[in-house]
């Protein structure tokens, strides 16, 4: 595709449901990123897909959290048991090969747990 | 690990001023990136710099990678009210992909 997309742009959750967000990186790109953004905060990596695999998952804050890539392409973010401290706008970014190139921003999922 | 201090947080100046935001590291960064996000929108990758002392510049934006490669800054020459967002600088972490952001400096711009 011509950028990156996520879905949804807005989830709205009761605390304690499971939520799944997903990534579709730019075509060809093997490296794919999750951040976090709570409101007016700076961006906090969450984890790292260099292909299928993560090398680097030391930012997800807690066990409810885990990713996965599959096909070097979609990714999917899964958050359970939400809290209320969850709530955050949640970035995908990929870049082509990966450290050290530009990564390219999706619009992000906000997400708000009640 | 690694961590990027950016100051300041937040900077109102009145249209046509400069404005200046500075990365600091207290470990050698590799490169840096800088990258700005609008309000409600999502980081757009600015530049990057990787050489020391190196300076780089995009019409009125002026980027600095210090000589130790522990610091950076972005100056905005003449400030218009479309450079209104939050400038982020970023760097790799070690040798994975890992990218470290700072806090972010918030620009607002007076008309």
């Known amino acids: 595709g011509a950028g990156v997309s996520q879905s949804p742009s807005n989830k709205v959750t009761e605390k304690g449901k499971d939520v799944e967000l997903r990534c579709d990186p730019i075509?060809?790109?093997?490296?794919l990123y999750w951040y976090r953004q709570r409101l007016g905060q700076g961006l906090e990596f969450l984890i790292y897909?260099?292909?299928?695999?993560?090398?680097?998952k030391s930012g997800l804050p807690s066990d409810r959290f885990s990713a996965e890539r599959t096909g070097e392409s979609v990714s999917t973010l899964t958050i359970q048991r939400t809290q209320q401290e969850d709530s955050a706008v949640y970035l995908c970014?990929?870049?082509?090969?990966?450290?050290?190139?530009?990564?390219?921003f999706g619009p992000g999922t906000r997400l708000l747990v009640l | 690990g690694q961590q990027v201090m950016q100051i300041p947080q937040y900077q109102h100046v009145q249209e046509g001023e400069d404005f200046t935001t500075y990365c600091n590291s207290s470990?050698?960064?590799?490169?840096i990136q800088w990258y700005k996000q609008r309000p409600g929108g999502h980081p757009v990758f600015l530049i990057q710099?990787?050489?020391?002392?190196e300076v780089k510049k995009q019409k009125r934006l002026t980027f600095q990678f210090g000589e130790a490669k522990k610091n950076s800054s972005l100056h905005i020459t003449a400030t218009q009210t479309t450079d209104v967002g939050t400038y982020f600088c970023?760097?790799?972490?070690?040798?994975?992909?890992?990218?470290?952001f700072g806090q972010g400096t918030t620009l607002q711009v007076k008309p």
């Open positions: 710099l990787v050489k020391s002392g």
């Open positions: 970023a760097s790799f972490s070690g040798n994975t992909g890992k990218l470290i």
């Open positions: 897909f260099q292909g299928n695999s993560a090398p680097d």
């Open positions: 075509s060809g790109h093997t490296a």
């Open positions: 970014a990929s870049s082509l090969l990966g450290r050290g190139e530009t990564q390219y």
């Open positions: 470990t050698t960064l590799s490169n």
